[in-house]
């Protein structure tokens, strides 16, 4: 029996499969019948721009309209530039993105690469029927501010987290029923 999608997750600098709240969104989303895949990017500690998008190239199939797409921090700006390589007319289900940022961060000058490139918006929005953007208050690695400038290029809904921190487990983040409940409205 054919799964009703798929779903790609890309964690962010220096994460794992197995951290913050990627496991247990697998597990919920793999109930609603979808092929769930955390990806474990290569080298997250000294992340390369070039092999990471060679990565996502590679590893991202299919891609198609059953496809959503989420990205945690640095993830979230690796998936717009893996969505900006590809042919048109792609479409895809839907693109989450928590903590994202299309610019370079200040106090992670060592991520600035993965900015450099412009982003086609445009082109993004026309692929994706649906377009989230996760941010909390208190996030002192991607201040929201980025994610609010991020979710008004891509015009995708904004959901503003009060101290959300970083979504990470360090901060207690180990599920995240706000994404969750937000992804059963696209499956």
């Known amino acids: 029996m054919r799964k009703k999608g798929n779903v790609y997750v890309v964690h962010g600098y220096r994460a794992t499969s197995d951290r913050h709240w990627f496991p247990w969104l697998k597990k919920e989303l793999e109930q609603y019948d979808m092929d769930v895949i955390v990806f474990d990017m290569p080298n997250a500690s000294t992340p390369d721009v070039q092999e990471w998008d060679a990565y996502l190239d590679d590893n991202i199939v299919p891609c198609n309209e059953h496809t959503i797409l989420i990205g945690h921090s640095l993830g979230c700006i690796a998936l717009l530039r893996y969505l900006n390589r590809q042919a048109d007319p792609l479409k895809i289900r839907g693109i989450?993105?928590?903590?994202?940022?299309?610019?370079?961060?200040?106090?992670?000058?060592?991520?600035?690469?993965?900015?450099?490139?412009?982003?086609?918006?445009?082109?993004?929005?026309?692929?994706?029927?649906?377009?989230?953007?996760?941010?909390?208050?208190?996030?002192?690695?991607?201040?929201?501010?980025?994610?609010?400038?991020?979710?008004?290029?891509?015009?995708?809904?904004?959901?503003?987290?009060?101290?959300?921190?970083?979504?990470?487990?360090?901060?207690?983040?180990?599920?995240?029923?706000?994404?969750?409940?937000?992804?059963?409205?696209?499956?």
């Open 96 to 187: 989450a993105l928590v903590s994202g940022f299309s610019d370079p961060l200040s106090i992670l000058p060592e991520l600035d690469l993965f900015a450099k490139d412009k982003i086609h918006f445009d082109k993004i929005i026309k692929m994706a029927e649906h377009r989230l953007a996760f941010a909390a208050t208190n996030d002192t690695i991607v201040d929201c501010t980025y994610t609010d400038k991020l979710s008004k290029q891509l015009d995708a809904k904004l959901i503003l987290v009060e101290n959300g921190g970083h979504f990470i487990d360090e901060e207690g983040c180990t599920e995240f029923p706000a994404l969750l409940d937000e992804l059963s409205k696209m499956i």
